[in-house]
């Protein structure tokens, strides 16, 4: 149980153009789920919180116009990178919360995003 | 404001022998606390997680983790270390807001055949 899926695991994309991911829980209603970004060799940094059926929370320093978050639906949340640029370039993982009491979040496979 | 710390950037061991991954955590309340190992290009995989009682936890793969308050700890063992367990550890806390993760900066391990 708890499987968290993402699609697609990689894709490749010019500059400016916009890319969309998506993080799906597959056995289980996820009423919160999590984006992260990680670079080689680095621990996961948290970009946004979103709940499904409201807006989506961004840390500070992640531009919310540059990397929209919706999370329509208990299993289903999408972040779009507007834009692309090189820098833009990495590993995306979500991560997915069954419920308000349950604490235990469970990770997706992950998204390897290469911008040229 | 919460915080981990995994002091070993990168760990080394033979095949067989036992293994210790340290966390030690910063937080003013009662932890939840979790151990996630991460392959190449992988996502994270949870391996074990405390959040109340027996403070020696139990999780997949032959791990344990053992909560100690007054260290601040919660601390990774293996008896017996197997190739497949070469990945990255890291190492979490719940905080207050949101559920949100900390992160620690993860521990290589490196397996000697």
């Known amino acids: 149980g708890a499987v968290v899926s993402q699609h697609p695991s990689w894709v490749i994309c010019k500059s400016g153009t916009s890319v969309k991911i998506e993080c799906r829980s597959l056995d289980f209603q996820a009423t919160t789920m999590f984006w992260y970004r990680q670079f080689p060799k680095q621990s996961l940094m948290l970009m946004a919180t979103?709940?499904?059926?409201?807006?989506?929370?961004?840390e500070q320093g992640v531009e919310k116009d540059k990397f929209l978050i919706n999370h329509a639906s208990l299993t289903l949340s999408t972040l779009t990178v507007t834009s692309a640029h090189p820098e833009d370039s990495s590993f995306y993982i979500c991560s997915a919360r069954a419920g308000d009491r349950e604490e235990t979040q469970y990770f997706g496979p992950g998204t390897r995003l290469l911008v040229l | 404001a919460q915080s981990v710390t995994q002091p070993d950037i990168h760990i080394t061991v033979s095949e067989g022998a036992s293994l210790e991954l340290r966390c030690n955590y910063s937080y003013g309340a009662t932890p939840y606390l979790f151990w996630y190992v991460q392959s190449p290009g992988q996502g994270l995989q949870l391996l074990l997680k405390?959040?109340?009682?027996?403070?020696l936890v139990q999780g997949i793969k032959g791990f344990e983790a053992e909560f100690k308050r007054s260290q601040s700890s919660f601390n990774l063992r293996k008896p017996s270390v197997h190739w497949s367990d070469a990945a990255e550890y890291f190492c979490?806390?719940?905080?207050?807001?949101?559920?949100?993760?900390?992160f620690g900066r993860g521990t290589q391990l490196t397996v000697w055949p």
């Open positions: 979103s709940n499904e059926g409201s807006k989506a929370t961004y």
């Open positions: 979490a806390v719940i905080g207050s807001t949101l559920g949100r993760l900390y």
């Open positions: 405390y959040f109340s009682g027996d403070t």
